[in-house]
């Protein structure tokens, strides 16, 4: 009783004053002013008298004021009242789920299906990594480098000689990312197959053409493009020598990892990569088939007879002549 007293005087005692100078809807309608005070003395008398003189007035006065902070509180126990009181009274957190998604955003598919009799939900990419198959899709960067790399590690620990898949849509990004997915690509177990979709640009397209031998591929419509890293640097002019010695020698490892993974009709010197690459090299399909950047073109899946659509055989490749 006591605790009852004292959260009805802490929700009363503001609208005493305040109430009756301004229009307001906390505004007692056809009572006086005096009438208010009447309550909170019924409120402390509450916390040091007997129970059966103020539990009638605690029925029905407050629970009147009650239900006009009833707009703004909403309908709780009188603890969870006082509480809304003394941190932000009359404001609620449901505000927040009004606000629209930011834009360019897009939400995540979930697929749901039936395992051992009871249900089982995942996000699309979690179902495709059941299938090690591996989505590399927008920029490059340490997130993403970080993920790939976690991907490719679980799935070599699942079974290192299935070999994984991994579909590239980027245009590129940072080289110590790339670099970090490409030698995790190099030195697991399991034989990593590379799929261009849309485009693999800049760090993009060596992780294309660093997938397993004979098993880089590409759509009819994709776009690669290969060039020179490119970065920049401001300071002393010793800092600035240093920084520029780094990018020449990364320029010269990305050159060597080129002349190590392209396999076209002729084999191309460090120099005649060094001067493909002096600016953006913009390709399509066949011509990066010819380059070596990747093994065949993917058309699309047909119908068979005897398998279904599966395997080798249900798909029309496009290679080079």
């Not at 009756?20 to 505004?27: E, W």
């Not at 629970?63 to 509480?83: A, D, E, M």
């Not at 990004?173 to 490409?182: C, K, P, Q, R």
Request: a positive charge.
């Amino acid at each position: 009783m006591k605790v009852e007293g004292k959260c009805w005087a802490i929700i009363l005692a503001p609208i005493t004053d305040s109430a009756y100078q301004s229009p307001s809807p906390l505004r007692l309608r056809g009572r006086k002013r005096k009438t208010a005070p009447l309550i909170i003395n019924s409120c402390k008398s509450a916390l040091v008298g007997s129970a059966a003189h103020t539990e009638p007035q605690l029925k029905m006065r407050p629970t009147f004021s009650l239900q006009r902070l009833g707009r703004s509180v909403p309908r709780c126990s009188i603890s969870r009242v006082q509480s809304a009181v003394r941190t932000r009274p009359f404001s609620s957190s449901i505000a927040s789920f009004d606000r629209t998604p930011p834009r360019g955003w897009t939400p995540t598919p979930f697929v749901t299906e039936t395992v051992g009799g009871g249900w089982h939900t995942y996000d699309i990419f979690s179902r495709l990594l059941k299938e090690r198959i591996i989505c590399l899709n927008g920029e490059v960067d340490e997130t993403m480098s970080a993920s790939i790399v976690a991907q490719l590690l679980f799935l070599e620990a699942d079974n290192p000689q299935k070999p994984i898949h991994l579909y590239i849509n980027s245009p590129g990004g940072s080289v110590t990312a790339g670099l970090a997915i490409y030698d995790t690509m190099t030195y697991i177990a399991s034989p990593v197959s590379t799929i261009c979709v849309g485009q693999a640009a800049s760090m993009g397209s060596l992780l294309l053409c660093g997938g397993q031998p004979g098993k880089r591929y590409c759509l009819p419509h994709s776009s690669i493009m290969i060039h020179q890293p490119s970065g920049g640097y401001f300071g002393q002019a010793t800092d600035i020598a240093i920084h520029a010695k780094e990018i020449l020698r990364v320029r010269a490892q990305l050159n060597q990892i080129y002349q190590r993974h392209l396999t076209g009709k002729k084999q191309m010197s460090l120099d005649e990569i060094e001067r493909l690459m002096e600016r953006d090299y913009f390709m399509g399909a066949q011509e990066a088939l010819e380059l070596g950047i990747v093994d065949e073109i993917l058309d699309r899946r047909v119908q068979s007879e005897g398998n279904g659509g599966e395997g080798e055989g249900s798909r029309r490749l496009f290679r080079g002549w």
